[in-house]
């Protein structure tokens, strides 16, 4: 959709777009029990406000998108302080990709990391760093999450 950003923080064109012009496909894909995919209450989990936002984040390098799970998105996007940020999201997207894992399960991979970014977002304002800079960055936060992780015992049951 071409809107600009502040057409796409209004709750009523999402929800009009899930309930109006595309319900066959909202509940295609989600169904009715989960209410705020139909009603934006929340924009990161409305079906039609969160691609919307992945399209917006992703231009510059769809391919990366498709090395996503909803997973991943979930851990970056919902984060407002991360996912506000476009070149964040996908610097520390690509960080985690690319990253040499050790074989620990990306998903416990990408929830530390986004844990301690938001940590560290605290102290950097990411809006100062050149390209270069931030991809270093992410990349050694990647590492650190790797090598803290690798310190813990395996999770339980449930976890």
Known sequence: MDITWAEAGTRSIWSFVALVPLPEVTYWRFGVTNV????ATDLTRHTWARLWWQAVVFESDPE????LTES?????????AIGGDPRLV??????????????????RVIRDVSQRLVR???FVDVRALDVRTLIDWCTYLVGESVASI??????????
């Open 90 to 107: 996908r610097c520390i997207a690509r960080a985690v990709v690319q990253g040499d894992l050790a074989g620990i399960p990306r998903r």
């Open 120 to 122: 560290h977002l605290a």
């Open 36 to 39: 705020e995919r139909w009603v």
């Open 150 to 159: 690798g310190r813990l015992p395996p999770p339980g049951p449930g976890r």
């Open 64 to 67: 990366l998108l498709g090395l």
């Open 72 to 80: 991943d998105l979930n851990q970056l996007l919902e984060r407002r």
